[in-house]
């Protein structure tokens, strides 16, 4: 019974988060962009755009699942506010979906399930993006469904898991890329080991094939509809984050360690017998898994610790099986539930704060943005005034000569400064916004 109430917890904090959610505005120009892509895409999900711009620097499938929330949300006129609600849920039930996921994957073990869940939700990181207008919530969702099949697979020995397999890591290579590559390779790796070598998963060619059907239809679409081109800024957006100078090789490791760091030290005060058990068949997977992908994520050049949280249910499942057979579950759970809920409390009083603080500023900036009159981007777009203004706002290098025209710019701008707005994610950041009557084809890019 007290189990089940732990359980019943839990549904109740989500409660609340999504309650929150409801009220929360957009936390960063991140979270904007992401909202205006899809706001902006729904009629169209398979092409989306920023800004009426093209935008293929990540996969279309979050627009495409976003697609019919937001045309009921155009049915019921629903207020911008309440579409960007909808758009938190997609993030909020990828969270729900990875927690049952977890809880089938230790086969309905309430206890280890509850004591797994704990430990993930007590991870700042991970927890921070449950109500955040991202793919990670998505990707994470779809990464953790496909380690279910695989799971599945080696219980049941059915090629049907096979194909869901590769079905499942195609559509998370859809939300954001194949950064989930990791995974597979990491299962393919713990297939080599004699002594634990399972079914050969990753040279099953059928399954190769729902693999790469998703994504070659939707490329292949883009490479008829708009050519080769379309894909540069793709391409330029990888060789930047692959090759561009950073953090150092040991950022992501240390980014792991510090958002479980209670759990690793439990885990190092029982050091021989840690050892001993790491060993075992259900532990040596996730710990390959992890293994590899820091091992490849080092080398990258700048580096996001939102990248890691699709690892974050591994080292879940890792800490729980092994401090399970560490400790008593009576001294565990308690210690993963005080963890979890002091977590919890800081992400809670941090959305909070942002209501009462942020809000205020996003709903002033609305209403100071002039959104009626001809106005146009000096140089670099804001994508918070763009979704605000729920209208395209052009380059003014593509507006011809007017009588008036409304420049906005994060500079000091040519023509009588008409007033400034103050950007509300960057305190000493200020928008100027400039009357120009002229010709705008010399203005300097």
């Avoid at 820091?294 to 080292?315: A, E, M, N």
């Avoid at 000569?401 to 103050?422: H, W």
Wanted: proline share 6%.
């Amino acid at each position: 019974m007290k189990k089940k109430a732990l359980f019943y917890v839990l549904l109740f904090t989500f409660f609340l988060l999504t309650l929150e959610a409801y009220f929360l505005p957009l936390n960063s120009e991140k979270e904007a962009r992401r909202a205006e892509v899809a706001l902006e895409s729904y009629p169209h999900p398979l092409f989306p755009t920023l800004n009426g711009n093209l935008y293929f620097t990540k996969p279309p499938l979050h627009t495409i699942l976003a697609s019919p929330l937001l045309y009921t949300a155009e049915l019921f006129a629903l207020t911008l506010e309440q579409k960007i609600f909808l758009l938190r849920l997609i993030s909020l039930f990828s969270y729900l979906g990875i927690s049952f996921l977890l809880y089938l994957c230790l086969e309905r073990n309430l206890e280890l399930s509850l004591l797994t869940l704990f430990i993930l939700f007590s991870s700042f990181r991970f927890l921070s993006f449950i109500s955040r207008i991202d793919l990670e919530p998505l990707f994470v969702f779809f990464t953790t469904l496909s380690l279910y099949f695989f799971l599945l697979y080696e219980r049941k020995n059915q090629s049907i898991y096979v194909y869901l397999f590769y079905l499942a890591s195609g559509l998370a290579t859809l939300v954001r890329g194949p950064l989930n590559l990791l995974l597979i390779l990491g299962i393919y790796l713990y297939n080599f080991i004699p002594s634990f070598k399972s079914r050969s998963i990753l040279v099953f060619l059928p399954g190769l094939i729902f693999f790469f059907l998703p994504i070659i239809l939707w490329v292949g679409l883009v490479l008829l509809q708009f050519g080769p081109q379309a894909f540069n800024e793709l391409l330029l957006d990888l060789k930047t984050r692959s090759l561009e100078k950073g953090d150092p090789p040991y950022y992501y490791l240390l980014s792991l360690l510090l958002n479980f760091l209670p759990y690793f030290l439990l885990l190092i005060l029982k050091g021989k017998r840690t050892l001993s058990i790491i060993k075992k068949k259900d532990l040596l997977l996730p710990l390959i898994i992890l293994g590899l992908s820091l091992l490849v994520l080092s080398f990258s050049g700048k580096k996001y610790d939102k990248y890691l949280l699709f690892l974050h249910p591994l080292v879940a499942l890792f800490l729980a099986k092994s401090l399970y057979e560490l400790y008593a579950l009576r001294l565990l759970l308690p210690l993963a539930l005080v963890l979890f809920f002091l977590n919890f409390s800081v992400v809670f009083a941090l959305n909070l704060k942002q209501i009462k603080e942020l809000a205020p500023k996003i709903e002033a900036l609305k209403k100071e943005l002039g959104c009626s009159e001809k106005i146009c981007f000096a140089s670099e777009e804001n994508h918070l005034f763009v979704l605000l203004c729920q209208r395209r706002i052009p380059s003014c290098q593509m507006v011809p000569s007017v009588e008036r025209l409304i420049i906005i710019s994060p500079s000091s701008c040519p023509g009588k400064i008409l007033k400034t707005l103050k950007d509300p994610y960057k305190k000493a950041k200020e928008w100027y916004f400039c009357e120009h009557t002229s010709s705008l084809l010399n203005l300097p890019p």
